[in-house]
């Protein structure tokens, strides 16, 4: 039997993989068995196997954390793994959905996750409704800091604080994530969006690619989205990942508060004295809302 070795999955492409042994070689991989779930980022085993002239990702292991989604049965999948950092991506242009914003900082704040605002293309100007949300979010204690792909504008900064860490850009779809991968990682030798070649003879788009960080550290991009739920069995039950809410939920009278319309709720008291910013906690109630009916259908699904 062949002998398994180590590897970091470096990109994605439906269930097609490319890994990074210890020498540096990149192979072409596929995960060995309908179950196993693998994602960019990913530590593997993996073993050759010479009759097929392929490699096979036999085993994942242990993930120190990770990007997790839920699909709409409810069920938890894996998007990105390892990170220390997740850089969420917007703009002036296309204008900001700031529910998707606050569900990816959901789901990093429970999955442990540092996360930081990027507002990109900022060559257009920061819009005083847009600059008012933005300080909403330092308030709560998310850090956001503005940059420009064009122009160069604080491509340093946002460089300073994803060195050396496991960071993923991640965002809807043309806020310039891309560009900024090629001010970051400017001697890449793989083109963003590289189509890459199946067995089939089809071609499909890279989903999520890692590159180097000249001085150490990795950089993920990820596919632009249109919508993004963070795993609801990843979800902290009482304060699903908003600061806020769980700054505020121990002051609440009863344990099992869901802050929605409970008596002596110390979050609803703080929305209706100006303390939390009412955007924000209508997200909350939107996310506390799909986060009840996923349970349940995940339930449904269980009983099946």
Same mark, same amino acid.
């Given at each position: 039997m062949?002998?398994?070795?180590? +590897?970091?999955v470096?990109a ?7 890994? %990074?042994?210890?020498s540096g070689?990149?192979?072409r991989?596929?995960?060995?068995g309908?179950g ?5 980022g ?9 009759r097929?002239g ?11 954390? +990770?990007?997790?989604?839920s699909?709409?049965?409810?069920r938890s999948?894996p &998007?990105l793994a390892? *990170? /220390? ?6 703009a002036? *242009?296309?204008v900001?959905?700031l529910?998707i &914003?606050?569900?990816?900082l959901?789901?990093?704040t429970?999955?442990?996750i ?6 990109? @293309?900022a060559? *257009?100007?920061?819009g005083?409704?847009? %600059? ?6 330092a308030?709560?204690?998310y850090?956001w800091m503005?940059c420009?792909?064009? /122009?160069g504008?604080?491509?340093? +900064?946002?460089?300073e604080i994803s +060195? ?6 991640v965002?809807?779809s043309?806020?310039g @994530?891309?560009?900024?991968?090629r001010?970051l &990682?400017?001697? =890449?030798?793989?083109q =963003?969006g590289?189509?890459v070649?199946?067995e089939e003879?089809r ?7 890692l590159?180097?960080f000249p ?5 993920i991009d990820s596919p632009g ?5 963070p795993a ?6 009482r304060t699903m990942?908003f ?5 505020l /939920? ?5 344990l099992?508060?869901r802050?929605?319309?409970e008596?002596?709720?110390a979050?609803?008291a ?9 955007? %924000?906690y209508? /997200? ?9 009916d ?7 699904q269980? @009983?099946r």
């Amino acid at each position: 039997m062949n002998e398994t070795f180590d +590897a970091l999955v470096i990109a994605t492409f439906g269930r097609h993989l490319l890994v %990074r042994d210890a020498s540096g070689r990149e192979l072409r991989a596929r995960p060995f068995g309908r179950g196993l779930s693998v994602v960019c980022g990913d530590n593997v085993h993996c073993r050759p196997d010479q009759r097929h002239g392929e490699v096979h990702v036999v085993e994942v292991l242990p993930r120190r954390t +990770a990007l997790y989604r839920s699909n709409l049965r409810g069920r938890s999948e894996p &998007v990105l793994a390892n *990170l /220390s950092r997740l850089l969420v991506v917007l703009a002036p *242009l296309p204008v900001p959905d700031l529910f998707i &914003v606050d569900r990816y900082l959901a789901a990093a704040t429970s999955g442990a996750i540092a996360a930081t605002l990027v507002v990109n @293309k900022a060559e *257009l100007g920061i819009g005083a409704e847009l %600059r008012a949300e933005l300080e909403v979010y330092a308030a709560a204690g998310y850090g956001w800091m503005a940059c420009s792909a064009h /122009s160069g504008e604080g491509v340093d +900064a946002l460089w300073e604080i994803s +060195a050396g860490a496991v960071a993923a850009l991640v965002g809807r779809s043309g806020v310039g @994530k891309s560009s900024l991968v090629r001010c970051l &990682v400017p001697n =890449i030798d793989v083109q =963003i969006g590289e189509l890459v070649r199946e067995e089939e003879g089809r071609h499909t788009t890279t989903a999520a690619r890692l590159f180097d960080f000249p001085r150490g550290g990795h950089l993920i991009d990820s596919p632009g989205v249109r919508d993004f739920t963070p795993a609801v069995d990843r979800l902290d039950s009482r304060t699903m990942g908003f600061v806020e809410v769980q700054r505020l /939920s121990p002051g609440c009278r009863f344990l099992d508060c869901r802050h929605m319309r409970e008596p002596g709720c110390a979050v609803l008291a703080a929305v209706e004295a100006g303390q939390v910013h009412p955007r %924000r906690y209508e /997200s909350y109630r939107r996310l506390r809302r799909l986060y009840e009916d996923l349970t349940q259908a995940r339930g449904r699904q269980r @009983k099946r």
